[in-house]
């Protein structure tokens, strides 16, 4: 609404193009969202989009710049879990877990602060401390049964960090509630479950022209379940770690 009418739509065109690209080809949206940059500099909402262009082509430097310049303008605190994780990306996990204990990690919103809570549990982890990222993980919202828009990568994460500390049957069962969460294939626990039971995609046919194109199956990486019905042991990252990379 601060724009003229004509250039209004100009830097809107553009945004809307960078929301359409961010996951399928950040580098595009990254260039769609400079020109926005270059046409609409003070506006946030223009300064936030650039923001994640930047942090979806790992270009933490500018990210961050991008983002604070966009809290600045607006007083919010919705951006700080992604600002602490660019901290992360630029190898600064001590200034992530130290923004985790900040006081605006309080005022943002129950997804915000699960966000900030997957960032803390990645630092952890970049520093080597498992243990404490596990600690960090386990929270009200891990223990829930309710399932919301972040709760298949809180499992996630959670899972990988018990694989990490070699807690294997742990892993496996915090992966199949990930994926019990996961209806929008937000995460890849089917594929993480696969691994930790042997199994491996192959071509079933090889090279064998004369057989068709049947397709890929999914097949077992050894014979030893056969005749075996209770190999069930129990078993959810940026990151991100991702607004995150978790």
Known sequence: ????????????????????????????????????LRLASRVAAVREAAGFAAYATQKYSEALAEFRASRRMTGSVELWPVMADCERGLGRPERAMAMAGEPEVQKLDKAGQVEMRLVAAGARRDM???DAAI????????ASSAVH????????????????????????EWFG???????????DASDRLAELDGVEFVDALGDDENTGDA?????????????????????????DDGPAKA
């Open 215 to 239: 397709g890929d199956v999914e097949v077992p990486a050894t014979e030893a379940h056969d005749g075996d019905e209770d190999h069930d042991s129990d078993e959810d990252d940026r990151d």
């Open 149 to 172: 828009s972040w709760t298949p990568r809180l499992r996630y994460a959670y899972a990988d960090a018990l694989l990490e500390a070699g807690r294997e049957d742990e892993a496996r």
């Open 1 to 36: 609404m601060s724009l003229p009418k004509t250039l209004a739509e100009d830097v809107a065109r553009n945004l809307v193009m960078v929301a359409r690209l961010i996951d399928e080809d950040p580098e595009q949206a990254y260039a769609y969202s400079r020109i926005a």
């Open 135 to 142: 600690v960090t993980l386990q929270s009200s919202e891990l």
């Open 128 to 130: 080597g401390q498992i």
């Open 177 to 187: 509630k990930a994926l019990e969460a996961d209806k929008d294939g937000a995460t």
